[in-house]
């Protein structure tokens, strides 16, 4: 489709001129096109691509009401363009239906938006957040969690959870806050995401350029929140900072004073009533020494495993729609190999789709066990980046070790710690610790043993 290589011929940000803003209208539309052609599943296309004709429609409401003298000639231009999206997503539901493929709605690798309805479950932790969200201590949250574990899937659907008196601002600290080169680039990408947040709550705030934060940029950004909390009236506003990690990566190389950045964090949290500071990462406060000392009293929020009835609903239905049924030892087994893994159940039932929709029509909408183990090659191997990050980045060459010593003596096998200590007595105790700590391992009464078997089986390779 030509429209989703149109934001690459675009230079907008060089025309300064009154056909700008109508210009970027297209460049994200034709930006939202090709991420949504880029999905593996054509459920997922065909998801994003009605996305994308419902924001044109209000982007065509919008150029019928405006005084630009530009609006009427791309007002054609918008239509066609919401025609021919439209009539791709037809196209895409009669190719499945004529095929008789089975939709796959699982989305591997990358965080769930609120526009997708796979998004399951965690409603115990919406309700945790919103009780220390009326703390009156007005305590710093960290949702704490291993990777892949959907934290940032949380925060896109929080808003499903809460109240819609919380304001949501979602920043990812791993993106350009934390990349800038100067405060003012850094304020400037923080301001921008909350900004951006809000907007699609309904919460218009007024904009802060990199001009007006150059000269003084933490007493411009003060005096922009005041505003902010002005336009909040009797709202809250959550300030959610995604991957704090990234941020005192980069306060460690030097590229920020950590009095400059976590003092402001502090006085916004002691000082500003109207807002709430939840950070978001793979490691406890704790374990940065420099983040305890300015963030007082912090309640953990702890993402693990989905529940079992949680887990149960995105393997038989993922959603309303879904045609693939499972036999009940089928879907026992998915439980068993994945143990209500968030990103594990998706990756494994994603596998099992794929391989039904290569079987006889007749037999293709029913998964058995058989189908289950055939499918586990395939999920270890497409989900490989997962399990290498474990493997590559969360332990070291002792745990490293241990790991594969456990993953070889079998399924559900228990090995002593005893023999474990024997058999690596340098750092041992430090290194269970670690490996229970990443919720790799854990601990029963006759020794220990992986917590995952999809993971131990990757480490038997």
């Not at 976590?262 to 374990?287: C, D, N, W, Y």
């Not at 968030?342 to 029509?361: M, S, W, Y």
Request: glycine share 4%; net charge negative; charged share 25%.
């Amino acid at each position: 489709m030509f429209i989703s290589n149109v934001h690459r011929r675009l230079v907008i940000d060089e025309l300064e001129n009154v056909a700008s803003p109508v210009l970027r209208i297209f460049s994200r539309t034709s930006e939202n096109v090709d991420a949504a052609l880029n999905q593996k599943s054509s459920y997922n296309q065909r998801l994003a691509l009605r996305a994308v004709v419902d924001h044109l429609d209000g982007q065509l409401q919008d150029l019928n009401r405006s005084s630009n003298k530009y609006a009427p000639r791309f007002y054609l231009i918008a239509k066609s363009w919401r025609q021919i999206v439209a009539q791709h997503v037809e196209e895409l539901a009669k190719a499945v239906e004529l095929h008789q493929e089975i939709d796959s709605p699982y989305i591997i690798g990358v965080p769930l938006t609120q526009e997708q309805g796979i998004f399951i479950g965690r409603d115990d932790i919406g309700t945790r957040i919103e009780q220390l969200l009326l703390d009156r201590r007005r305590p710093p949250l960290l949702l704490y969690g291993q990777r892949r574990m959907s934290k940032t899937s949380l925060l896109n659907n929080l808003g499903r959870l809460l109240p819609n008196t919380i304001i949501l601002m979602f920043v990812d600290l791993q993106g350009a806050p934390s990349s800038a080169s100067d405060y003012a680039g850094f304020l400037y990408n923080l301001a921008r995401g909350m900004m951006t947040s809000a907007k699609k709550q309904g919460v218009i705030v007024s904009s802060l350029t990199r001009e007006a934060l150059q000269d003084d940029p933490f007493t411009c950004f003060d005096e922009w929140l005041d505003e902010v909390e002005r336009i909040l009236g009797d709202n809250i506003a959550l300030l959610m900072l995604d991957e704090f990690e990234a941020l005192d990566s980069a306060i460690a190389k030097g590229r920020f004073d950590e009095e400059d950045v976590l003092g402001m964090l502090r006085h916004l949290i002691q000082h500003r009533p109207r807002f709430k500071v939840l950070l978001a990462g793979s490691h406890t406060i704790e374990e940065y020494q420099r983040w305890a000392s300015y963030l007082i009293n912090v309640q953990v929020v702890h993402i693990s495993y989905l529940k079992k009835d949680e887990a149960r609903q995105l393997i038989e239905h993922p959603v309303k729609d879904s045609t693939l049924r499972y036999q009940p030892d089928a879907v026992e087994r998915v439980l068993q190999l994945t143990r209500c893994h968030p990103f594990l159940v998706q990756l494994l039932c994603g596998e099992i789709v794929a391989l039904k929709n290569e079987q006889d029509p007749s037999i293709r909408r029913l998964a058995t066990l058989v189908d289950v183990e055939a499918a586990i090659p395939q999920a270890l191997s497409s989900g490989s980046f997962f399990f290498a990050d474990i493997q590559n980045n969360q332990v070291n060459a002792t745990e490293l070790a241990i790991l594969r010593f456990l993953a070889v003596q079998g399924e559900k096998a228990i090995v002593r710690r005893k023999t474990i200590s024997q058999r690596f007595p340098d750092e041992c105790d430090r290194s269970l610790n670690l490996l229970l700590q990443r919720e790799l391992i854990e601990e029963t009464d006759n020794g220990y043993r992986f917590q995952v078997e999809l993971i131990r089986r990757w480490f038997t390779r």
